[in-house]
């Protein structure tokens, strides 16, 4: 198996495969609604000049997260 690092460390042009979230509560209800999913595909698409937030595709949405959301959710290649 590949080894799973944060969505957070995609660069714009990257995309990776939901592999686990980390997220308790509300905040990981939130991530589901949104698509982030285990097997969902996501492309990063932008990042802001300060890191955060950055602009995420998924399922043919884009969705603006965190970093400190990002690094909840975990991902492979």
């Known amino acids: 198996m590949e080894e799973a690092f944060?969505?957070?460390?995609?660069s714009p042009g990257e995309h990776g495969r939901v592999w686990k979230l980390n997220?308790?509560?509300?905040?990981r209800?939130?991530?589901?609604?949104?698509?982030?999913v285990p097997g969902?595909?996501?492309?990063?698409?932008?990042q802001s000049?300060?890191?955060?937030?950055?602009?995420y595709r998924i399922r043919g949405a884009v969705?603006?997260?965190?970093k400190k959301d990002a690094q909840s959710?975990?991902?492979t290649w």
């Open 6 to 10: 944060p969505l957070a460390r995609l």
């Open 23 to 27: 997220a308790q509560g509300p905040i």
């Open 29 to 36: 209800r939130r991530l589901q609604d949104l698509g982030l």
């Open 40 to 46: 969902a595909v996501v492309e990063c698409v932008a």
């Open 49 to 55: 000049p300060l890191g955060t937030p950055s602009a």
């Open 63 to 66: 969705i603006a997260l965190r």
């Open 73 to 75: 959710v975990l991902v």
